[in-house]
């Protein structure tokens, strides 16, 4: 390999003319001398000057093509004109013979045959005075010319010259000269119809003959002179125009000449600065650069890649590709070479240093054109990525794996098992995914602390791992849930599998500060087969079978299956959830309302607000086939704040309907009375619809209030702060004390209609109904009685006392629009009705 002391002495008369045709990097004395050149910048500036320096060349030569050719365009019409004379002349001349002849001879045909002639120089006086019109008339000057006998190819030269040239020097005077021949012309126009008309009267007289005829040989001794003239000064005009030309021309030639040769210098000064400049650039790049010949061999390397290769630079020359580039990114060729293709195709590679050790390079190379005889090469920019790489390996790993635990997470977990499910349907093999939820983690949490839960995840991760097969994996899907794959395994294997791992963890158990608790955990298990519908059909499916397992006291295992009447009624009630939360974006909720009258005289109206949801088939539901389960699984908030929406939306926008009402009765579950949220969105709703909040009563059930004391009183205390009505509903449901009551400033007591509907039925319910009825009264609270069904129960409510009534035998729930009256609004979709939150 060339060293740089080499080629200082070789001197730079012996550097390879190669090299600069290829752009092979070398280094020369000159690298010292290009270091931190303050002419840089403005070579900078020149060579982006370049592009309009060529622009200028071209410039330059287009224009002394154009003065070529305008000479030659010149003299072409300078000829022109001069034929053009030539025929006028003639024509002017047979005029005159003619003309004489018919003074003699009083022949028609001589007469005919003058004012033939005459028409030659009518046109072009006629091509003439079209172009001196403004506009220019170019019809009427290209059919003058026409006529004028001129040469239809000539016509554009004659009508360009005369509107460039008119007012030049010697064509100026030419066209003095054809208007004042035109002037004669008129005369023998006016000559030959006075011989017509004398000719007409009868046979001239001698004296008159000759009289005619000396005037026509005055009118032809005057034309003659002026055409003669007119040549001369066309002639003289093109050769002047001519010599300007050419020397304009010259002009344009010598200035090309002296702007190329200026432009070829500097530009070729130029690209030997960019090119020291590049060689310096060359060995001190912090990129690698090196050249390869057709055999794979190191030709010219710089510092850069001495250090990536952790070789001193000396070394690398004559090393092949294959002792520095990985085996496997080599490419090779069916007959055992070098794939150069694939090696120039751009990427990541691994070089290897001397003791093993691999670092990885981002790979540029392209194919180095020889035109001098020193043959072809590849030059190779190598950017040392090593680190970035790791860094890259290091994200994946991360973004594909728990944090806490090391395993797999939710994501890697999930295209995991979209592996397993295609190869379960294309080859017909069986898999099993068996989810896992921890019985005791809220347990370790609430009463260690979160780093003790953190180690018990760790501990259960660590000891589910190692019961599982080399095959198999555990996932972590997040808080105290598991995903373990057993592969190759059907569903009743699974189950034995997982009974030998349950047992082995019910064996350990974690210790924190002298406490201990068991590796209890809940198992569901799916089996991956042709019925598994996608990804996360199988979660849910394995997270139903988990579900049954925990209601059915925990620490066990269940499979699923279609036919197990817990799994399909879990099913079901998942799938009334998806339904719902569909129904709620689509819209497709209704409003409906029942009345709430009074016992005792005339009130104003009250009503409780009810939702049902119409399907896509457009089947109504009733709330008790989708209610239940939306709160069962913690989407009750969901349908609250939607309806709240709704209400309120129904009432701003029906002022009248608003004045006639005096409560309006909305439900709203323990969920949303535990969410601060929930509590924030009801504020912010209020403010926006003014007038609303004193005609709302909110109704919270007895056993949410006893479960949530503390968030049932702050909701409350809020909700009555802005003028809005509480009503405890199922009033004696989970009546065990009435000490809450104490706490509790609720406005309406609604009586559970268990005790309602048998009441005409047994003493019992009557007892405890004039009870509630009596305790209402002496609170102060307003007492409402509900699923009243009958005339019967309305005579024995009003008998104890109680103050309102509601159920079918007072109103049959309608949609809420029946209740506006002198508007008509039917069953109004929930999300119509509400406005954006």
């Not at 490419?331 to 050790?357: K, N, S, Y």
């Not at 180095?368 to 390996?393: I, Q």
């Not at 047994?762 to 405890?768: K, P, R, T």
């Amino acid at each position: 390999m060339q060293t740089a002391a080499d080629e200082r002495r070789q001197g730079p008369a012996r550097e390879p003319s190669c090299r600069a045709d290829q752009g092979e990097p070398s280094v020369d004395n000159g690298i010292a001398r290009d270091r931190g050149r303050p002419g840089r910048q403005g070579d900078d500036r020149g060579l982006q000057r370049l592009p309009a320096r060529v622009a200028a060349l071209i410039l330059l030569s287009a224009l002394g093509a154009l003065l070529t050719a305008a000479v030659l365009e010149t003299q072409a019409g300078a000829t022109a004109y001069i034929i053009g004379e030539s025929h006028w002349s003639k024509a002017q001349q047979r005029a005159v013979h003619g003309l004489y002849r018919y003074a003699s001879h009083a022949q028609p045909a001589d007469l005919a045959e003058a004012r033939a002639a005459l028409r030659i120089p009518l046109g072009d006086r006629d091509g003439r005075l079209a172009l001196e019109r403004d506009p220019v008339d170019l019809a009427a000057a290209r059919a003058g010319f026409l006529q004028g006998n001129n040469a239809p190819d000539d016509i554009g030269r004659l009508i360009w010259m005369y509107r460039v040239l008119a007012d030049a020097p010697y064509f100026r005077d030419s066209v003095r000269l054809w208007r004042e021949a035109e002037v004669e012309l008129q005369h023998l126009v006016t000559l030959a119809d006075a011989l017509e008309a004398e000719q007409a009267r009868g046979a001239l007289d001698p004296a008159s003959i000759e009289a005619y005829q000396r005037q026509l040989m005055v009118i032809d001794a005057r034309v003659r002179p002026k055409e003669l003239a007119f040549s001369r000064s066309l002639a003289d005009g093109a050769n002047f125009m001519r010599r300007v030309l050419l020397a304009l021309s010259a002009l344009v030639v010598v200035v090309l000449c002296a702007y190329a040769l200026y432009v070829v210098r500097s530009t070729l000064r130029r690209v030997r600065e960019t090119e020291s400049e590049f060689r310096m650039a060359f060995h001190q790049s912090m990129v690698g650069m090196l050249k390869l010949d057709r055999d794979g061999r190191l030709t010219q390397a710089n510092e850069a890649l001495a250090q990536i290769l952790s070789r001193p630079l000396p070394e690398l020359r004559g090393l092949g590709l294959a002792d520095v580039l990985h085996a496997d990114d080599l490419p090779r060729d069916t007959a055992g070479g070098i794939d150069w293709d694939r090696v120039c195709e751009p990427g990541e590679r691994r070089f290897l240093r001397p003791g093993g050790d691999v670092r990885w390079v981002r790979w540029t190379a392209s194919v180095v054109d020889a035109r001098t005889g020193c043959g072809e090469g590849v030059f190779v920019l190598a950017e040392d990525v090593s680190e970035a790489h790791e860094l890259a390996c290091e994200i994946a790993h991360q973004a594909s794996h728990d944090e806490l635990t090391g395993l797999i997470n939710r994501r890697e977990i999930a295209r995991r098992l979209g592996s397993a499910l295609g190869s379960a349907r294309g080859c017909r093999r069986r898999h099993t995914l068996c989810f896992i939820d921890l019985d005791q983690f809220k347990l370790v949490n609430d009463t260690c602390g979160h780093e003790a839960g953190d180690r018990f995840l760790c501990q259960f991760a660590q000891r589910l791992a190692a019961q599982l097969r080399r095959d198999d994996w555990v996932g972590r899907l997040g808080g105290d849930e598991f995903a373990v794959l057993l592969h190759d395994t059907t569903l009743e294997e699974a189950e034995t599998a997982m009974a030998r791992i349950h047992a082995a963890l019910g064996e350990d158990a974690f210790r924190w500060n002298g406490r201990m608790f068991g590796l209890n955990c809940s198992i569901g298990v799916a089996e991956i087969n042709d019925d598994a519908v996608d990804v996360d059909w199988l979660l849910r499916a394995a997270d139903a079978a988990c579900y049954v397992a925990k209601e059915e006291g925990r620490n066990r295992i269940r499979c699923y299956r279609d036919s197990d009447p817990s799994l399909s009624r879990r099913r079901r009630e998942l799938e009334w959830v998806a339904h719902t939360q569909l129904a709620i974006a689509e819209q497709r909720l209704l409003l409906y309302a029942q009345r709430i009258v009074p016992l005792a005289g005339e009130g104003r109206l009250q009503y409780e607000v009810l939702v049902r949801l119409r399907d896509r088939e457009g089947e109504v539901h009733a709330p008790g086939v989708f209610l239940p389960a939306m709160e069962r699984y913690g989407q009750g908030m969901a349908v609250d704040r939607f309806v709240v929406d709704a209400v309120c939306g129904f009432l701003s926008r029906h002022p009248g309907h608003l004045a006639q009402v005096e409560l309006c009765h909305v439900n709203v579950s323990a969920q949303s009375i535990a969410d601060p949220a929930f509590l924030e969105h009801v504020g912010l709703l209020l403010d926006r619809h003014p007038g609303v909040a004193t005609r709302l009563c909110f109704e919270i059930t007895e056993t949410a209030v006893i479960a949530n004391l503390d968030d049932a009183c702050r909701f409350i205390d809020a909700m009555r702060a802005r003028g809005c009505r509480i009503a405890l509903d199922d009033f004696g449901s989970g009546l065990s004390s009435f000490a809450y009551l104490k706490r509790l400033p609720v406005d309406i007591l609604k009586i559970d209609g268990a005790f309602i509907r048998d009441l005409a039925r047994g003493e019992s319910d009557l007892a405890l109904v004039r009870s509630m009825s009596q305790m209402g009264q002496a609170l102060g609270k307003v007492t409402v009685a509900e699923w009243v069904e009958s005339e019967a129960v309305l005579a024995q409510l009003s008998e104890v006392g109680i103050g309102y009534a509601q159920g079918y035998a007072v109103h049959v729930p309608c949609p809420i629009g029946e209740l506006v009256v002198d508007e008509s609004v039917d069953a109004v979709p929930a999300g119509a009705l509400a406005e954006p939150a």
